[in-house]
């Protein structure tokens, strides 16, 4: 294991849903990401959050709200989501010491948008 | 409508030879390149890094390769087992620090 964990580890949904991914990390860093990872496109960088602040947002669509309250958990919380949004949702963290960007990464929650 | 899934290049390998995969990266201002492997129902899993100032760097069964002048990642895996079947992702930091932009994957399929 990773030190990283997700859950749910499967979630569908439908398209008028709310829901949360989850991720918490147990490896002590102070950094942490969401990517999606689809059948259509490679791996892609949604959000990152470093020392609890958002430092980056890859023009994603506000449907998709993240949420860090401390360095150990991240969020991401659904709502009307599109059936193009059913993919693999990767959670990482790192720990950002001034050259080493090794990332850890969960196992994924598989999300299906009925 | 048919739904078309990421094509990815895949390498066939007898258990026992030596594997290579390549990836082309893409800015010429990275310092930082990772290899990953990712088998199926799993999270990418960190293989071996490399920084920009070698351009070679071993690990167990593992050696990957940096070459700066045509912006080349390759990684070799000595005698291959079937436990190595898996999509492998090379990934560079494009000198921005903490964000990792990922190739597209190859998938190795090893033979018995």
């Known amino acids: 294991e990773t030190g990283v964990t997700q859950t749910p580890r499967h979630l569908v949904m439908g398209m008028t849903n709310k829901k949360s991914l989850k991720c918490e990390q147990h490896?002590?860093?102070?950094?942490m990401y969401w990517y999606k990872q689809s059948a259509k496109k490679p791996l892609e960088l949604m959000f990152v959050?470093?020392?609890?602040?958002?430092?980056e947002n890859n023009s994603v669509p506000s449907r998709f709200s993240p949420e860090c309250p401390n360095s150990s958990h991240l969020f991401l919380h659904l709502h009307t989501l599109q059936p193009e949004d059913s993919a693999l949702y990767l959670c990482?963290?790192?720990?950002?010491?001034?050259?080493?960007?090794?990332?850890?990464f969960g196992p994924g929650t598989r999300l299906t948008v009925t | 409508g048919e739904s078309v899934g990421l094509h990815l290049p895949t390498l066939s390998v007898q258990e026992g030879d030596n594997s290579i995969i390549n990836c082309a990266y893409s800015?010429?201002?990275?310092?930082?390149f990772i290899w990953y492997k990712q088998e199926s129902g799993k999270g990418p899993q960190f293989i071996i890094d490399?920084?920009?100032?070698?351009d070679k760097r071993q690990g167990q069964r593992v050696t990957v390769l940096l070459n700066k002048t045509v912006k080349h990642l390759s990684l070799q895996i000595a005698a291959t087992q079937p436990g190595d079947s898996a999509v492998y992702f090379c990934?560079?930091?494009?000198?921005?620090?903490?964000?990792?932009?990922f190739g597209g994957g190859t998938r190795v399929l090893v033979k018995p």
């Open positions: 990934a560079e930091n494009g000198a921005a620090g903490n964000k990792l932009t």
């Open positions: 800015n010429s201002a990275s310092d930082y």
């Open positions: 990482a963290s790192s720990q950002d010491r001034g050259g080493d960007y090794e990332q850890y």
């Open positions: 490399i920084r920009s100032n070698m």
């Open positions: 959050y470093s020392l609890e602040e958002r430092v």
């Open positions: 490896l002590g860093h102070n950094a």
